[in-house]
């Protein structure tokens, strides 16, 4: 006996499982669960293209708001395009309607992208007449190359002649004709040289975006709402940065429009800085385009100190310029709230439909088999990929949503049934001489894995479908049952088997 449950606990299989397990609670332990829309509560809002367009031209719209909302603050964005002319926009944590018609009027007005020299816009959007794909060198280097009008060629050639090395900056949705009101450090940094580029005797950001955009950068001196109000007259807007937040409300009080950015902690001022700017760069400008030619084909470069961040470094550029240029415009046509106190009320039901679930299922089968020896094993490698699969989501920041949470269960429900089969070929052998008898069992394990791998193999099948066809609330359910379905036949599957073996005495 003591041999036998030696084996069982050395087996690779149940050891395999152990470390998933382990790995699961610690993940969980470390990382919390984070919940969809339609637990957390918030906003989804329903956007149409005027026009249809192809797969290429929705994955770009869908980035462009990505990194559009991002810029702006805004948290826990959901953006998926369903079809060829609708995109889904989901924000969690939004209660009010004044911030829901702020997300609205960030989709329906597009973006405007600005490219700037030495306090000079030499081209925008407009000017952009293709991106092409952006290349990764083995060395990290990037490059995006990119091709403008004639006239931004032009206008640019005259401005950079002679100026090697000096700063080229490019803007998404700059706030344009502003008052900023910043924190002395930031003051600081914003007229240093710190955005110069490899060119200390080239204007300081400061400089160049109060020339360019007409902004106006003051220092927070405790001014009051109504000496900043002064100080913003013919202004179109108020940018706040990091100091007290009830000036954002006794501005907005007198009528006017103001946006707010916190400090963070572990973000650091220049951040803060290229956030509330929408700023890209400043990259510095090549030899080659300081000759004074007007070239339309230009590339930005870069390096990065692995492939990893050189990748997402360069796929932030192209996609930045490709949505200066975004031919399609979007209409918000619906829009939802969901209560953060309804969505309690989902984690909660799911919670407990879950545990009456296993409760269920143990009782079911041993009712079927009258053998606590295997309800039990049953009922507890069900729970097992629950832990993982959610172990799995909080290690992915999977945004766990009611469809998620139902292609869990979905996920278990099969898991159930091939337990079941697993054990009905365990139990329908017969009692023979111990060769013969060991021959049997992996022969019925044989044939229940064949059944097991068959189903497996048909449910992935159907559910890739829905993942790469039905984006939306489908993809959720579509991924965790292929999630729940791989962690069964990889993990817990052949785990279950060899204790069922050892629990029924076939082993």
Excluded: C
Aim: aromatic share 8%; proline share 4%.
């Amino acid at each position: 006996m003591k041999k036998r449950t030696k084996k069982l606990l050395f087996n690779w299989r149940i050891i395999l499982l152990i470390l998933f397990l382990v790995g699961s609670i610690a993940t969980l332990a470390l990382k919390p669960l984070t919940f969809g829309i339609d637990i957390s509560g918030g906003v989804a809002l329903v956007a149409q293209t005027e026009h249809p367009v192809d797969s290429d031209t929705m994955q770009l719209v869908v980035d462009s708001l990505q990194k559009r909302l991002n810029t702006l603050g805004v948290r826990d964005i959901t953006i998926e395009a369903q079809g060829n002319q609708i995109v889904l926009v989901k924000v969690a944590n939004v209660s009010t309607e004044e911030q829901a018609n702020q997300i609205k009027a960030v989709i329906e007005n597009q973006g405007v992208f600005y490219m700037e020299f030495n306090g000079e816009i030499f081209g925008t959007g407009k000017d952009v007449e293709y991106v092409g794909i952006y290349q990764i060198k083995s060395d990290n280097s990037w490059a995006v190359p990119f091709r403008i009008s004639k006239a931004a060629a032009e206008k640019f050639a005259k401005l950079a002649e002679g100026k090697p090395g000096w700063p080229v900056d490019m803007f998404l949705d700059p706030p344009v004709n502003s008052l900023m009101v910043v924190p002395d450090n930031i003051y600081r940094l914003m007229n240093s040289t710190e955005f110069n580029a490899q060119a200390p005797n080239a204007p300081t950001l400061l400089e160049r975006i109060t020339k360019a955009f007409n902004i106006t950068v003051v220092t927070y001196a405790n001014q009051s709402a109504e000496e900043i109000a002064k100080l913003a007259q013919g202004k179109d807007k108020i940018v706040l940065i990091n100091v007290p937040q009830e000036l954002q409300t006794e501005l907005e009080n007198m009528n006017l429009t103001v946006r707010y950015i916190p400090g963070e902690p572990g973000v650091s001022d220049r951040q803060i800085i290229i956030k509330a700017l929408g700023l890209y760069g400043p990259y510095s400008l090549g030899e080659g385009l300081a000759s004074g030619q007007p070239q339309q084909d230009v590339q930005i470069t870069g390096s990065a100190p692995d492939r990893l961040t050189a990748e997402r470094e360069a796929s932030t550029i192209y996609t930045v310029l490709k949505s200066g240029s975004l031919p399609v415009k979007l209409n918000v046509v619906g829009m939802e709230f969901i209560s953060p106190r309804l969505g309690e009320n989902f984690k909660t039901q799911a919670l407990y439909a879950g545990l009456a679930a296993l409760m269920t299922v143990l009782i079911i089968i041993y009712y079927h088999y009258r053998n606590w020896k295997i309800a039990i094993p049953v009922a507890s490698t069900s729970l097992f990929e629950v832990i993982i699969i959610l172990g799995f989501a909080a290690l992915i920041n999977w945004n766990l949503d009611l469809p998620s949470i139902a292609g869990i269960i979905a996920a278990i429900g099969t898991g159930v049934d091939q337990q079941v089969v697993i054990t009905d070929e365990l139990l329908s052998g017969e009692r023979s001489e111990r060769i013969t008898r060991r021959a049997s069992v992996l022969k019925r394990m044989g044939r229940a894995f064949f059944v097991i791998f068959a189903s497996a193999a048909t449910t992935i099948a159907a559910m890739s479908f829905l993942l790469v066809y039905f984006v939306g609330t489908l993809k959720g359910f579509a991924f965790t049952t292929i999630l729940g379905v791989l962690i069964g036949i990889l993990i817990t599957r052949p785990a279950y088997a060899e204790i069922a073996k050892y629990l029924l005495g076939e082993d």
